[in-house]
Every structure is written in C-alpha cells, then in structure tokens.
C-alpha cells in the first residue's frame, strides 16, 4: 500500500517519498516515463491536486523532468549542466603495488578532458569501500572507477548499487564482478600466467609450484593458466605445490605463509608468485634461509612494478599494462557521463614476459 490514510504524515509527501524510493532502487530508471496523475490517482486513491504537489516538489529537487505533451520522466543526471567535473577512482592501496601507476593513467586521462579525480584508498576492505562510496556521492562526482575489495562478491555489489541508485555511472577495474552489466577493463590474466608458466617449463623446469590468493578473479584466472600450461606439456598439475590462501594480501601474513611455502622447497624447483609483492616476500624470506635464487629455486613474479629493477635480484614478470589499464577505465567512464555508451564493454588488455635473472636452466 503506498499510501497510509491514517498516518499524520501529509499525503502528498508520502507520494512523494514513495516515487523517489522507485526511483533510488531503479524501478525507475532515467529516462524512464513515470505514471500518470490519472495511473497514480487509481494506484493510491488521491486526488489529481495532491498528485500534482508530489511531482512538482519533485520536479523542484531534479529528480522528475515534465516534457510538454509528452509526460513526466526521471531526470538523467548524466546529462545535467551543473554536476561537477569530478570523478572518483577507489582502489585498494594508493601507496603500493601497481595501484599508483593505474591511478596516473586514470588521472591523465580525466585531465585531457577537464575533469578532476578524487582518489580513495579502501586497503581492500568493505567497510571503508563503503565509506569512501557515501563521501564521494556526497561530493557529487559523475562517476567512478571501482577495483573491487577483497570482500565478497555480493558485498561488492553493495558498493556498486549505492552508486547506481544515485545514477553515477561505474566502471569495474581489473577484479571482475559477477552478475552484474557494466564497464570492465583487466589484462589477460590467463594468457600472461600461461606464458610465464610455459617460460619455465622450457627453461627446464616441471616441478613447479604456485602461490596466490583465490580471493580475486585476476588471481583465480592465473592459476587456471598456470594448470593449463602444465597440462599442454603433459606434466601432471600437483595439488601439494598449489599454496593458495583466501585472504586480503597482508605483508604480515605473507612473510609467516612464505616460510611454510620455503620448507617444502624440495619438492620443486620454481616458484610462481601470485604478484611482484609476493614474489620479493619471498625472496627476502629465501634469503634469510640461505636459499640462493636462482641458484637454488627459479622465482618469478607478476605484475612489473616499477621498482623491479632497483631490487637486488631482477625478477621474471609478467608485464601488465596498468597506465594504459587506468586510461581505458577512464575513457569508458567519461564516454558513459557524456551519454555516448549503451551498451556495457569489456575490455581486455594484453601482457607479455618479461625476461630478466631469477631463473635458473636446468639441464634435462
């Protein structure tokens, strides 16, 4: 029942609350033709008067737009003159790893068009997703970027509806959402987790372990080109030298998960780290044990971050193209706030191996 005849709360108001709850959980979308004074005078039983001060007070707010001869429509806030030129980009660490480089490339591109960005940190988590989600919306951004949190995916949608509710438009970055039809850029995780696993195995390599956490569809895409390179070189995928975990990426916890990785070094002879971080845990932890790389165990790495080469020892990596990652992500979303885009793209971009010294040939 939308209306409560008895409630001491006016009746128009409560038409009025009720239209902009259809329209915060997308029953009406923008664009969309709302029902008539008569169609909403059959729904609720008021008077055309009372229906007309509902839509007035909302055509007042800028949620409803009237169009002579034609109805009433949800406004499309995309195509306001007066919302901000400010777009968000929320990723899980602005410090480290390679979300400072996705954040230039969003950033120079934003800037070719004007427009200005405000960077969230989430540390991969949830609840300051969620945060960060209500701040931004506050401020009135056009869009946003989003890189998925460590949390669940459904807890993650939570994130993205808060936004579309809102009519902001959202572009996913690099960790898939599932279940839902927006504005995807990643890199070819399988393919660069095939060829870095294949780069081994012709190095003379075929015991060859594998560390990452399956929390995040980058990961879990890597590890499936990791068993399908082994399985294409008919060596038989060992359960025992898959060291997965289910958890946020913490320094802390790595440091402790690569000593138990580290003991069970006899059983093979490379190591495949889930990402670049990763990988300098451990070797920084082989270190420590007086494991020599590539001496003693071949490591390699995924992602190339930039301070690669300024380490002691110059890891085999994937590269991926995390500028380009960040610009792509943000041409698609400024194309969504200008109305140019309809229909949802996913876009995929290309990794390649990166050869350098951790790696060790074994003679067969």
């Known amino acids: 029942m939308i209306i409560d005849k008895n409630s001491p709360i006016p009746q128009y108001y409560q038409l009025q609350s009720w239209l902009v709850e259809q329209i915060e959980q997308g029953v009406f979308k923008p664009e969309d033709k709302i029902p008539t004074e008569e169609e909403l005078g059959q729904m609720t039983g008021l008077a055309r008067a009372t229906i007309r001060q509902a839509i007035q007070n909302l055509v007042n707010e800028g949620y409803l737009l009237r169009r002579r001869r034609l109805g009433t429509f949800v406004k499309n806030p995309s195509l306001e003159t007066n919302r901000l030129s400010i777009v968000s980009v ?11 480089e996705f954040l230039r490339g969003a950033a120079d591109e934003a800037g070719k068009k004007n427009f200005s960005t405000i960077f969230c940190n989430t540390d991969d988590l949830f ?44 572009v996913i970055a690099d960790r898939e959402v599932h279940n839902v039809d927006l504005d995807f850029v990643t890199t070819d995780n399988f393919d660069g987790a095939y060829n870095l696993t294949q780069h081994l195995i012709k190095r003379g390599h075929r015991k060859i372990a594998i560390t990452l ?6 990961e879990l895409e890597r590890l ?37 990785i580290l003991a069970e070094r006899k059983k093979f002879t ?36 930039t301070y690669t080469i300024s380490h002691p020892i110059n890891l085999t990596t994937i590269h991926q193209p995390i500028y380009e990652m960040g610009q ?10 200008r109305g140019e885009s ?8 290309k990794s390649y191996l990166v050869e350098r010294k951790s790696v060790m040939k074994l003679e067969n």
């Open 342 to 349: 309809r229909q949802s793209q996913r876009v995929v971009l």
């Open 224 to 260: 499936e080109g990791y068993k399908k390179a082994l399985s294409d070189y008919g060596i038989g995928i060992d359960s025992s030298l898959i060291f997965t975990h289910h958890q946020r990426f913490s320094e802390e916890h790595y440091v402790r998960f690569s000593k138990i």
């Open 127 to 170: 609840v300051k997703a969620d945060l960060h989600a209500n701040q931004v919306i506050d401020h009135g951004v056009s869009g946003v970027i989003f890189m998925p949190t460590a949390a669940p995916g459904e807890k993650n949608l939570l994130i993205i509806e808060k936004f579309l509710r809102k009519n902001i438009p959202v």
């Open 328 to 337: 792509e992500c943000m041409k698609l979303l400024l194309s969504r706030i």
């Open 270 to 305: 490379a190591l495949f780290a889930g990402n670049d971080r990763i990988a300098y845990i451990l070797y920084s932890a082989a270190k420590d044990m007086r494991i020599k790389i590539p001496k003693d165990l071949s490591l390699v790495g995924y992602d190339d971050l």
């Open 213 to 218: 956490s399956t929390l995040y569809s980058s």
């Open 90 to 100: 929320m990723v899980h660490d602005i410090r480290s790893g390679y979300a400072p």
